[in-house]
């Protein structure tokens, strides 16, 4: 591969997608003409399929009608009917209920509306009366679904016999555990859980502490905020980091801090981040990151700068250093051995940049903040939090809710001192309570070790893991969407949550499970045990402090129809700024140690306990596109240092722990420095997540690194052999001369500056196409014509409303080699482009889906008419007269129809999805499609059907805002914009006709209804 310094002089933009692209790979220009991938025309191994041919089913059609009317009286066994004698009041026969409720994927705990068919969940959405998450939940909330259907999930309890793990009763299970704790003696007994953010499940705990007076609970999560709010407690006497007033800030300094992509509360993060990129109301704020490696904060930077972690400490003493010497800011801190300048040289740092940087916290202090990664050391964030006060950036932080901590979280030296106990037989018992500590622990402490030295290993879980493997008792518990609760994470509210389904198997509520146990009688479980136990912890603890007139069982209702409940208590605010805290900052940067290893949580699987979800293991990473897999992410410069390219495989050294795992070379990744994604390299944890990706925690240390997350001095070497990474994204060539800068040139992407558009607000109308005349007439769409717009500024490429669309219409998984070959089944895609070079390279993201065109390129070829236009304006695909001729692809010039060469659920897994408990996750509304048929977007015709119901039996004309699609709903940042095209008094109607609109292609004239509003970057007029 050539260097890219003699192929790329800085041309920007110059789009590309891919290394193979940007340096004309042979093996890459070898298959530039193809339009799909090797493998993709293959024909089928037909040995497992069925010998009839959708084809030959059409072609035989016409006889067979005879001979099937002549023998009319044998019919075919439809099964037994079963009818619904006992329909709930609330229930009507193909109408949609909805429940409020509380996601209990991580601990943001945001409000979520379930919507059911006939008793069963089949997709999730946010709250929009939640405080906090205000109507958007995350992907993982999104995909929440599956989980719940999954066919390997826990039935029954079991014992492990003679190394053989046996089915036994739940009163078997009880007798023998109530027995143990009865009989524990001097021993601990050491329950380990996930964050606790229930005020009643945290009284439980309480109660079953003081029922067994052994007990010591330990509340763990790997990602978390503990360094931060050390730092906070030192600098401010206050326990926890405030809530940043993101939409308030006019310029944003993120510090190798992906606040925007996988870091706590994204979701109000990116929400109120997003209201500072407002087209409509020309309001625009800037972010500066500064990182390591390529994050989604970073992908939406106006200017990024790379910066190994470990210099983070020099960054921001050197903005303290530079702002005071400007008279900016004066404080005691010595920071005069740091310049910035000297720093500059150092990293290959833009000294112009830096400039803006300085003069923007100089011009907006008071409206800017500053904010330091969780990864990053104690010392760091003492700095920042010096940074904001002296700059009065704290008017930034919201006063009016406090974040509240139910329970703490042990520290890494509690868990050590567990460890240490188990070694030495004091722990009789361990209760793994909902977590997964082998997995999931640092590897030096050696759990799965230390826990061969306890009597009894309890594991409550939903699916098999690494420590159920190693347990005496594996009980499996319910979901969250057959479970009660509450939730209690900030000041000013409670978030409530119920079952919307009766429990699929022989499961209980891990509460109620607890309180059996301190009932002392394995008789004593009843399916309302913690129903009734949280009701009388309301009623008696928290109802009267809320001061409502309301009579409680009215309230409580209320409480489960709203999904949340206001309280009284207020936010204690921040205390004044401890200058003592700084004593803690030297006025000289460490030594760097060779090169650094940054560990963080996957975008898609977080810390692995969604590895199982087929949805999130095939969702492409935001910025890489990887699927199905983690890898390390190094620089271009570093590759060439340690003479690897993609898929290369290496063994990377932290102090004495080893971890293989294949290279990938990331675009404007920083030199040095090593970035691993965990989640993946599952063992015991079922079929989809086992074989998926590497461990990333056996390097994961609880002493050692510069924060747990973070490590110095490491060693990589390069081994034998390859693995292959799939990407999602890397079709065509655009560095080649006649399709060079193709993006821009063909109006896929446009982009301008901010100045720029206040200048001249129409300066995109001298690049746009004019209409071209059509050889047919013009159709009229006088009334109501569906469209999409999608703001660029706003979207962030973060894959939620990809989620959303897999759930709601029902897209199959189809595995990672189906995915090397091109065959997703995506609808949407999220298209990522890189401009400029590869060392520093600027990205545009852009959602990409059926484009709805006027002039159909599909529509013309298809010679069954399966797919036609619509009155109102939509591109309608037929699936009964679908053949599978696939001339529409072939036509398609935005390549967003997907073909379905197998039916991927049989195909997958071993039948995984054709498991009888899938069924009930699929959405009645959308046909479940078959082998030999093309489906895309259908812009949620579903959806406008139901609305036209409605409107229909209302007697009133249906309005565009009666219809959001599933993306639209999905979308944190409100980028998506559905409705009626026609009408001026609608949302849609503002952006379809914004000066800064445009369509993809519009030389093709296809006459798209889909309406992207070109991204501007908030850089300074200089650069307009």
């Not at 030495?424 to 909902?434: D, F, K, L, R, T």
Request: aromatic share 10%; glycine share 6%; net charge negative.
């Amino acid at each position: 591969m050539s260097d890219p310094k003699d192929e790329v002089q800085n041309q920007d933009p110059n789009y590309w997608r891919s290394f193979e692209e940007l340096y004309s790979d042979p093996k890459f220009l070898k298959e530039i003409n193809n339009e799909f991938k090797d493998g993709a025309d293959e024909a089928p191994d037909t040995s497992k399929m069925s010998s009839l041919s959708r084809r030959k089913f059409f072609a035989l059609l016409g006889a067979s009608a005879a001979v099937a009317g002549a023998a009319c009286s044998d019919y075919q066994d439809r099964g037994e009917i079963v009818p619904y004698k006992d329909k709930p009041e609330e229930i009507t026969i193909g109408k949609a209920n909805y429940y409020a409720s509380t996601c209990g994927g991580c601990s943001s705990a945001c409000g979520i509306l379930i919507k059911t068919r006939e008793g069963r969940p089949i997709k999730v959405d946010g709250n929009p009366d939640h405080p906090v998450s205000r109507g958007k939940i995350c992907s993982q909330g999104q995909a929440a679904t599956m989980s719940l259907y999954d066919p390997e999930r826990l039935k029954t309890p079991r014992q492990k016999i003679k190394n053989r793990f046996e089915d036994i009763n739940w009163q078997q299970a009880d007798s023998e555990i109530i027995e143990a704790l009865s009989n524990i003696g001097g021993k601990e007994i050491a329950i380990i859980t996930n964050q606790i953010i229930s005020p009643t499940e945290n009284r439980v705990l309480k109660d079953f502490v003081d029922k067994y007076t052994a007990t010591r609970i330990y509340s763990f999560e790997q990602f978390n905020e503990s360094v931060r709010n050390i730092a906070w407690q030192k600098c401010y006497n206050s326990d926890e980091f405030p809530i940043i007033k993101w939409d308030e800030a006019e310029v944003v300094v993120s510090l190798d801090s992906d606040f925007l992509g996988a870091d706590y509360n994204r979701v109000e993060n990116t929400r109120l981040f997003s209201e500072g990129k407002d087209v409509i109301n020309k309001n625009f704020n800037r972010l500066y990151s500064v990182e390591s490696d390529l994050s989604l904060t970073g992908m939406n930077a106006d200017y990024r700068l790379m910066l190994r972690a470990d210099a983070q400490y020099a960054f921001v003493m050197g903005i303290i250093n530079e702002l005071q010497s400007k008279n900016v800011i004066n404080n005691t801190v010595n920071a005069s051995s740091f310049n910035l300048s000297k720093l500059a040289a150092d990293f290959g740092l833009s000294e112009k940049i830096l400039n803006y940087l300085i003069n923007d916290l100089t011009n907006k202090k008071g409206k800017a903040i500053v904010y330091a990664g969780n990864h990053l050391p104690e010392k760091v964030h003492i700095a920042v939090n010096l940074l904001n006060e002296e700059l009065g950036n704290s008017n930034l932080y919201n006063t009016k809710q406090s974040r509240i901590t139910v329970r703490k979280l042990s520290s890494l030296n509690d868990i050590k001192k567990l460890a240490d106990k188990m070694n030495s037989g004091n722990v009789g018992m361990v209760i793994h309570y909902g977590s997964n500590p082998v997995y999931n622990f640092p590897a030096d402490i050696n759990y799965a070790d230390a826990i061969q030295n306890v009597d009894k290993v309890i594991t409550l879980a939903e699916t098999e893991n690494e420590s159920a493997n190693v347990s005496n008792y594996v009980l499996p518990i319910n979901n969250t969407f057959e479970a009660w609760g509450d939730a209690k994470t900030r000041t000013g509210f409670y978030s409530m949550q119920q079952p919307v389904i009766a429990p699929l198997y022989s499961t209980r509520q891990k509460e109620s499970i607890i309180l059996s146990w301190i009932n002392g009688n394995s008789d004593s479980n009843k399916e309302n045990l913690y129903h009734k136990y949280l009701m009388s912890n309301w009623e008696n603890e928290i109802y009267p402090t809320l001061n409502s007139r309301i009579e409680f069982k009215k309230f409580w209702f209320g409480a489960l129809h709203d999904g949340v409940v206001r309280s009284n208590d207020t936010s204690t605010g921040n205390g004044s700024f401890n200058y003592a805290a700084l004593s803690g900052l030297t006025n000289h940067q460490n030594k760097m140690k060779g090169m650094t290893v940054h560990i963080k949580e996957s975008y898609s699987l977080r810390d692995g306990r969604f590895a199982n979800n087929g949805w999130l293991q095939e969702s492409p990473h935001p910025v890489s596109k990887v699927t199905w897999d983690n890898y390390a992410a190094i620089s271009t410069t570093t590759a060439k240092k340690i003479n690897v390219k993609k898929d290369d495989i290496i063994e990377i050294k932290v102090n004495d722990r080893l971890l293989t795992i294949p290279v990938f070379v990331q675009p404007g990744h920083a030199d040095d420095s090593i970035t691993i994604e965990t989640g993946y390299g599952r063992t015991n944890s079922g079929s989809v997540s086992e074989g998926a990706g590497f461990n990333a925690n056996t390097i994961f240390s609880s002493s050692g690194g510069i924060t747990p997350w973070l490590y110095e001095g490491v060693t990589v070497k390069k081994l034998t052999g390859t693995y292959r990474l799939v990407v999602a994204q890397t079709i065509y060539d655009f560095t080649e001369e006649d399709k060079k800068d193709i993006p821009e040139k063909r109006g896929i992407i446009k982009e301008g500056t901010v100045e720029q558009y206040l200048n001249d607000p129409h300066f995109l109308n001298d690049k746009k196409h004019k209409d071209l005349k059509s050889v047919n007439p013009p159709i009229p769409y006088d009334g109501l014509k569906w469209g999409m717009s999608i703001d660029l500024n706003k979207c962030l490429g973060c894959s939620e409303c990809f989620v959303a669309c897999n759930v709601e219409n029902n897209i199959p998984v189809v595995g990672k080699e189906e995915v090397d070959k091109g065959r997703e089944m995506h609808w949407l895609r999220i298209d990522r482009y890189y401009s400029g070079t590869a060392e520093d390279p600027k990205v545009s993201v852009q959602p990409m889906l059926c484009q709805h065109c006027d002039q159909a390129p599909c529509e013309t070829v298809c010679p069954v008419l399966a797919t036609t236009h619509s009155a109102d304006g939509l591109n309608q695909m037929v699936y009964n007269r679908c053949v599978g001729v696939r001339y529409c692809s072939n036509n398609c010039p935005y390549k967003v129809r997907r073909f379905n060469f197998f039916n991927f659920r049989d195909s997958f897994n071993d039948s995984y999805q054709e498991s009888p408990v899938f069924a009930l996750l699929h959405n009645p509304e959308v046909t479940v499609r078959s082998r030999g048929v093309m489906e895309k977007c259908t812009f949620c015709i579903q959806r406008i059907a139901e609305a036209r119901s409605d409107a229909t039996r209302e007697s009133r004309k249906m309005i565009g805002e009666d219809v959001h699609t599933a993306c639209q709903d999905a979308c944190v940042t409100n980028a998506i914009h559905f409705g009626d095209i026609n009408d001026e008094n609608g949302e849609l109607y503002k952006y379809r006709n914004h000066e800064l609109g445009y369509h993809v292609l519009e030389e093709l004239n296809t006459k798209p209804n889909v309406t992207y509003i070109a991204k501007l970057r908030n850089t300074h007029s200089e650069e307009a």
